[in-house]
Each structure stands twice: as structure tokens, then as C-alpha cells.
């Protein structure tokens, strides 16, 4: 294999025009689709980084069902929600879990009204996690055992026009269909940068929600804050086996919409490849195939030598293959430009941020990652294809007669 | 000339093959980038045409300080007597249907769930309601005098496991800053095939909705339908008051007009490069072209023909390859598109509120599209050849008589 590899690697290098012009056409496809993956991998790194930093905990434990109605936030109490916070702290990287009750509603002034998510949290937990409690620009967070205050975003008070002090109505539900509102007093106002998420998220605390809520004593989430962001699937693991009956989910399973239109748009970039693939596949053939005519003697003498017809073969396949895993390379090195050129500039999205609620997250510039998420992956493909080019004219290679082959003028 | 193209289709036609394969890469090529421009354009087409139907309409005529983001119901950010300011509206000859409507925000509470939604009172009779009426599901539709029914959405309805006459509770915000909560009946289930106004929007009578909102005799916007989008301009002189604000559907849809030159811009950046992935195709066949017929070219330059006219033997070369190309790619992507236009690709939810996208894309190939592309294809191959042509004619004929240096 050895020997047949190095024949094949001076092979490849004796057309260099020819072959330098094959790569470049690989390599661009391949960056292409690096430039791809890397769009992707900064729009996820920047939704759910921002959903763990903003909206908190990497990890967050719901009652069995909230998954399924995830859209419509359920009040579906925890029960024994100490355990919970017990089993998580357990855990070595599990620095905080804090007790939640999250649910929909609405805030209202004169100015209008927003549909807003209210998080009951307690607060003397939040402090430390929370970048929401760490940026607090007028008045304070909220304290334990706050009554009848609402702590808000910066985007939210602009957008009510109302400042510290003033009163908003906030409509939330109970468990049983019945609508609860409240007026409460706006106790501090908090500004991450992010206008569209701060109009989207209100705090009380939870105690308040618990009475508004009608549940008293219970929670509907666990959040779970870890050391870093990477441990949450062994982190996820391990609680699955010793908190059974528990719906564990970390955000990239929080956001269902998010997840389908990656899908659909990867499925499409997916196809879009294995085409392009194919326009360089033709152009592999081609090459090969002629570099057979040129050959013709030479596998003349190959086959009196006595190499097989699939040993002589398996030296065009190696050809084709080479040319895929140069073009490759080449490809990964165009595609890291790229991608660690545009990581560092940015890419503006702020106009988007109010279509969806997981756009909002994106809080205005997406920083490409460097889109080795899938090399792999894509790598094996522009390969296989190289290959599966390579078959015709292998095959062309190795039904030369070599008696005739070597009189061939 | 003739005897240049002549010389050119015979030499393709030496290696039959790799011309064919050739011409079939660009021809690939170019039916995905017809493709593409086509799925794209559909799907802004579509965007915008649901937007206007559904969500902006033509023009929409609101008091000077009402502020869309907001949803404010207080009176001085409304108009007032809205119904006299649409008929008179509705006198204008390009006008096709002039409608108050009225936006609140609520929250739809059915058992344990709540969803929040966009609350418009309509005037059920109104012909601009028609993608309402005649996209129900399931149950009827509304009358003027119903003070207890809405429609829904169907993907909404969906989420709340609800059907036609199930009750549900409705929180609804008020002109003095407060909220209201009642029981409606849904009455019907709507369905306008885009999940995104589908799952937030809730449709209930004008009249009922400015009782429930204290907004009395007040509307947030008359919604205007034009018989020709073109007249827009005409109509806004003719409307210009100073006791409104009019908006019209380009300003109203800023978002999806910014959207769609940004994806243009990226999708000229892809095109350029697919078809430079193409183009390398047809050079390499060229450069092999010109090594294998070194002698041939060294015979030609030895009878004294100069080498600007074996360049344009081997233009007119390419310009055959690229024109079968074309050919190819035109009836490839033809049929892909013709597929695509009339089944459309499914993309389901995308959770969007701003842009309405449709659960299905059909594409829309634009004659401007399928020039521009053409075009782009042709100059990018004529342009790859010039590499090869080069090649050939700076071949020095003693030289390329005894087989020259080898390619």
C-alpha cells in the first residue's frame, strides 16, 4: 500500500497545472461550506451564550411534560424541588441551582403593552450568576422577601416610559385559568445591552410569584449554573440518573423554532454542496481520465510488470483521493482566513433582533466561529466523491490490454 | 469567422466525452444558481405578499403619534370615528377596500396554558378580510354583532389542543394602561399557511374589541387595500392631511426589503463563486485541449497563422462549450424551477414574527434572474479561457512542431 501510495503522490504532482486548478476548485468548495458552518456556529454561540449569560443557567430541570408545551410556559409545579437543588448541587460543577417559577404575561402602562416572560427568582441565589442582577443602572435588584415590586430591563422601562418608583400592570395566570394582574412598583431597571431580550423578560421575586401564582411553596425550575460553558451534557448525564421523572434540558434544546430552521437551512446547504461537489467531481474525471490516455504506455509496462488490473487500479483511486484530501486541505486553510477574518470584524444583525424571541438573543453583531463544527464530516464527503470520480477512469486504466498498451503511440 | 466556429465544434467534437462533461458541469452550475435565485425570490415574494394581505396592507392611515412597536390604545394615539375616515377613503377610485382595524396585545388562557397574541378588531363584512373567510378550517366566521366569539389561528389553536367552539379566556390591554379579562367562544379556526401570524394573531370584532379595550369609537389604523400597488404614490398626495400619519407597504415592510438586499448580496457572492468552481472545469479541459495539440497548433503558427487567431480559435472553442452549457443548465434548472414553483419546498415554523414566511417556499424565477445569470455564466467561461487561449498562442512554432516542452 505503501509503494502504490507514493506512486500515486508523484503521479498527482506531474500534471501541476492541471492538478493546482482541481484543488483550487475543491478548496473553494470546501471553504465555502466552512464559511457555512462557521455562520452557524457563531449564530448558535451567540444565542445560547447570551441565553445562559442573560437569561441564566446552563442547565435547567422542569417537571415531566414542560418540554412538549415549552411555548406556552406551563405552571407545572416541581414538587420536591429541594431534592432537585440537592442532587444538582451534588454535583462538582454545578456552582448554583436556584428555584424558579417561569410563566408568560403581560406588562401594561398608558404607553402600551408587551408580552413579556416573569420569572419568579430568589434573589439573594441570582446575585452572584446573574449578569441581569450584576447591571443594575437605576434603583436595586430585587430582595428576598420583596412584595409587590417588579425589577425590569432598560428596554422595557423606554419602551413603557417609566422609571424607578412608578407603577406598571403586570397580568400574569394562575394554575387554574384564571388571569391574575397586579400593579407593582418598578424597584430597579437592569441594562445588558440587549433592548429586545430586556423588553422580553420581567423579575419578581419568588415569593411574589408563588402568591400570585397560586403555588405556594413550589417552583417550576430548577436553573443550574456551571463552571463553564461545554459541561453541560456530562453534567446533564449524570442528573438524568439520579433525578428520574425529570425533564433536564440544557438551551440548545430550549429553542424548538431555532433548531428547525437550522435544519431546514443545513438540509439545503447539504444539498447545495453535494452538488457543487459533483461539478468538481466532473472536473476530477476529466483530469484522470486524460492522465489515462497519457499513461497508456506506462500501464503498458505497469501490466507486463505484473500488476494486476486492480492494483493498476487502485493507483488512479489513490490519485483521485489525493486530489480530494489536498483540495481539502487547501480548502480548511481558505476557509480559517475567512472565518478568523470575519470571527473578529462581526457580522451586523441588530435589524433582526425583533423577528423571533431567539433573534433577540443574538444581541446585534454574530462573530463567526472558525467552522470546524463539521470538518469531518464534510471532509469525508469531498472525498468519497473524489473517489467515486476516480472509478470510471480507474476502471478505463485497468482494461488496457498491456501488449497493446505498450504499442500505443 | 464561420470557418473559426467551424474549426472550433469540429475540435469539440474530438473528445466528445470530456465536451460533454464540460459543458454538463456548467450546465449544473447554472441550474443550481437558477434555482436558488428562484427559491429565494419566491420566498421574498411570497414574504412580502403575505405581508401586504395580511399585516401591512397597501397603505394604513394612523394618528401622528401612534407608535406601531408599542401598541398604545390611549385615545389621543388613535383615530377617531375611524369608520366615516375609511368610507371616505374608500370614495378614491384606486382605493379596492379601506377598513378600520384595531391592535391590542393580550394573552390567550385555555386550562393550564397561555400564549401571548396580537388582538386585531376587524369589521367582519370587510372585503380586506377575505384571507380569513376563505382560509377557515373549522367553524364560521365572524358577524359584526358577535360579542362573544374570535377566530384563532390554527397553529395556536393547535398548541392549546382547541378547536371551534371551545371556551378560552382573553386578556386584553386597555386604553387607560390597565388590562381586561373576559371568556370568549372561538368561533372559528383560520388558517393563512404562515405559521408565524398563525400562532400570535387573534381576530374579533371592531366593535366588540373597542368595548373590551375602552377605546370606544376609536381604531388604531385604517387598513388600506389598493386595486395596483403602483398608484401608492398617487394615493398618499391625494390622503396628505396633517391630522395622520400614512404609511405605505414599503415603509411598513422596511425590514423585508433590508432583508432581501442583504440575501441578494450574499447570494451574488455565491453565485460568483460557484460559477468560478465551474469555470475551473472548463479550463482544465481547455489547458488538455491545447497540450494534446501542441503539434497541430505548431503546424497551424508554422503556415503563418498568427497566434491572436488560434487565441480566438480557442475563444470560439469555449464560447460553444459555454453556450451548451447554458443550453443544459437553462433546461435543468428549467425543470428544477417548474418543480419548485409549482410543489414548493416544505420549511415548516420558523418562529418568526417580523418577516412572514409561508410553511411552504415556491419558487419564482424572475426573467431579470435568468438573464442576469446567463450572462454572469458566459463572461465567467469566456473569461476562464483566456487562461488556455493564452497558452496556445504564445506556443513557439519550432518548438511546438517536435511536441514542444511537454504539458
Keep these: 500500500m505503501g509503494l502504490y501510495l507514493r506512486l500515486a503522490w508523484r503521479n498527482y504532482w506531474r500534471q501541476r497545472r492541471r492538478t493546482v486548478i482541481v484543488v483550487v476548485a475543491i478548496g473553494l468548495t470546501m471553504a465555502l461550506m466552512m464559511f457555512y458552518d462557521g455562520f452557524v456556529g457563531g449564530f448558535d454561540q451567540a444565542i445560547y451564550g447570551n441565553a445562559v449569560k442573560v437569561l441564566g443557567g446552563n442547565i435547567q430541570v422542569h417537571a415531566n411534560g414542560y418540554g412538549a408545551k415549552a411555548d406556552q410556559t406551563p405552571l407545572l409545579p416541581l414538587g420536591d424541588d429541594q431534592a432537585i437543588v440537592q442532587a444538582a448541587l451534588a454535583q462538582p460543577q454545578v456552582v448554583a441551582a436556584l428555584r ?39 434603583g436595586r435588584y430585587l430582595a428576598a422577601n420583596d412584595l409587590d415590586v417588579v425589577f425590569i430591563g432598560r428596554g422595557l422601562a423606554e419602551a413603557l416610559d417609566v422609571a424607578v418608583g412608578e407603577r406598571i400592570t403586570l397580568a400574569g395566570r394562575a394554575t387554574h385559568s384564571q388571569m391574575r394582574r397586579r400593579t407593582m412598583t418598578v424597584v430597579g431597571i437592569y441594562d445588558v445591552g440587549m433592548r429586545e431580550i430586556e423588553k422580553r423578560t420581567v423579575y419578581i421575586s419568588l415569593g411574589e410569584a408563588q402568591d400570585l401564582y397560586g403555588l405556594g411553596g413550589e417552583s417550576t425550575e430548577v ?41 431546514t437551512k443545513g438540509g439545503v446547504m447539504n444539498i447545495f454542496s453535494v452538488i457543487m461537489l459533483l461539478i468538481v467531481g466532473i472536473g476530477i474525471l476529466d483530469l484522470l481520465l486524460m492522465a489515462v490516455y497519457e499513461r497508456t504506455r506506462e500501464i503498458g509496462i505497469l501490466g507486463a510488470l505484473g500488476l494486476k488490473p486492480h492494483q493498476i487500479s487502485l493507483l488512479f483511486i489513490l490519485e483521485g483521493a489525493l486530489m480530494g484530501l489536498v483540495g481539502v486541505a487547501v480548502g480548511v486553510g481558505l476557509g480559517l482566513l475567512i472565518n478568523s477574518f470575519l470571527g473578529r470584524v462581526g457580522m451586523d444583525y441588530s435589524k433582526f433582533a425583533n423577528l423571533t424571541e431567539y433573534t433577540a438573543l443574538l444581541g446585534g453583531r454574530v462573530y463567526p466561529t472558525l467552522g470546524l463544527e463539521k470538518l469531518p464530516q464534510r471532509a469525508l464527503t469531498v472525498v468519497i466523491i473524489a473517489i467515486l470520480a476516480s472509478f470510471y477512469p480507474a476502471r478505463q486504466a485497468a482494461q488496457r490490454e498491456p501488449a497493446e498498451a505498450l504499442h500505443y503511440v | 469567422m464561420m470557418q473559426l466556429y467551424k474549426m472550433a465544434w469540429r475540435n469539440l467534437g474530438r473528445n466528445r466525452r470530456r465536451s460533454f462533461l464540460s459543458a454538463l458541469a456548467l450546465g449544473m452550475g447554472l441550474a443550481l444558481l437558477l434555482l436558488m435565485a428562484a427559491v429565494v425570490a419566491g420566498e421574498m415574494r411570497d414574504a412580502m405578499e403575505s405581508s401586504i394581505r395580511l ?61 401571548g397574541v396580537r388582538i386585531i378588531g376587524i369589521d367582519p363584512p370587510s372585503e380586506a378580510n377575505a384571507p380569513f373567510r376563505e382560509g377557515l378550517v373549522n367553524g364560521e366566521f365572524l358577524s359584526a354583532d358577535d360579542r362573544g366569539g374570535i377566530l384563532m389561528g390554527q397553529t395556536l389553536a393547535n398548541k392549546l389542543s382547541l378547536k371551534a367552539g371551545d371556551t378560552i379566556n382573553l386578556l386584553v390591554n386597555t386604553s387607560n394602561g390597565d388590562v381586561d379579562e373576559q371568556p370568549f367562544v372561538i368561533r372559528g379556526i383560520y388558517s393563512t399557511h404562515t405559521p408565524g401570524y398563525d400562532q400570535s394573531t387573534v381576530l374579533m370584532p371592531l366593535a366588540k374589541a373597542q368595548a373590551i379595550t375602552q377605546a370606544e369609537n376609536h381604531a388604531s389604523t385604517v387598513f388600506v387595500l389598493l386595486r395596483d400597488r403602483e398608484q401608492t404614490d398617487a394615493i398618499v398626495a391625494a390622503l396628505q392631511t396633517s391630522s395622520y400619519q400614512i404609511n405605505t407597504w414599503v415603509q411598513m415592510n422596511e425590514l423585508l426589503v433590508e432583508t432581501e438586499q442583504l440575501s441578494n448580496a450574499y447570494m451574488w457572492l455565491l453565485y460568483l463563486i460557484v460559477l468560478a468552481i465551474t469555470a475551473t472545469v472548463i479550463v482544465n479541459a481547455l489547458i488538455m485541449a491545447v497540450f494534446e495539440r501542441t503539434r497541430e497548433i505548431g503546424i497551424l503558427l508554422a503556415m503563418g497563422m498568427r497566434g491572436s487567431r488560434i487565441m480566438a480559435m480557442f475563444f470560439a472553442e469555449s464560447s460553444l462549450l459555454a453556450v451548451g452549457g447554458i443550453a443544459m443548465g437553462l433546461v435543468l434548472g428549467g ?45 465567467i467561461t469566456l473569461v476562464a479561457a483566456l487562461y488556455p487561449a493564452m497558452l496556445a498562442a504564445r506556443m513557439e512554432p519550432v518548438e511546438a512542431l517536435h511536441g514542444g516542452k511537454g504539458a
Design chain 1, 100 to 138: 424558579r417559577i417561569n410563566t408568560g404575561g403581560m406588562v401594561s402602562s398608558r404607553e402600551g403593552a408587551f408580552p413579556v416572560s416573569i420569572v419568579g427568582v430568589e434573589p439573594e441565589g441570582e446575585i452572584p450568576v446573574s449578569l441581569v442582577a450584576q447591571n443594575v443602572v437605576e
Design chain 1, 223 to 263: 436553573a443550574l449554573s456551571l463552571k463553564q460553558i461545554g459541561q453541560e451534557s456530562a453534567v446533564m448525564r449524570a442528573l438524568k440518573l439520579s433525578l428520574p421523572g425529570y425533564e433536564i434540558d440544557s438551551w440548545e434544546t430550549n429553542f424548538p423554532e431555532l433548531q428547525q430552521a437550522l435544519a
Design chain 2, 55 to 115: 399585516q401591512s396592507g397597501h397603505l394604513q392611515v394612523r394618528a401622528k403619534s401612534y407608535d406601531e412597536g408599542k401598541t398604545s390604545l390611549a385615545w389621543e394615539d388613535l383615530i377617531e370615528n375611524p369608520a366615516a375616515v375609511a368610507a371616505q377613503i374608500a370614495t378614491l377610485p384606486a382605493v379596492r377596500v379601506a377598513t378600520p382595524r384595531l391592535f391590542a396585545n393580550g394573552i390567550v388562557a385555555a386550562g393550564d396554558e397561555s400564549v
Design chain 2, 335 to 379: 425543470l428544477l424551477v417548474t418543480y419548485a414553483t409549482k410543489y414548493g419546498f416544505y420549511i415548516g415554523s420558523y418562529g418568526m414574527t417580523g418577516i412572514l414566511i409561508g410553511e411552504r417556499i415556491y419558487a419564482y424565477l424572475t426573467l431579470s434572474d435568468t438573464i442576469t445569470l446567463t450572462i454572469t455564466a458566459l463572461v
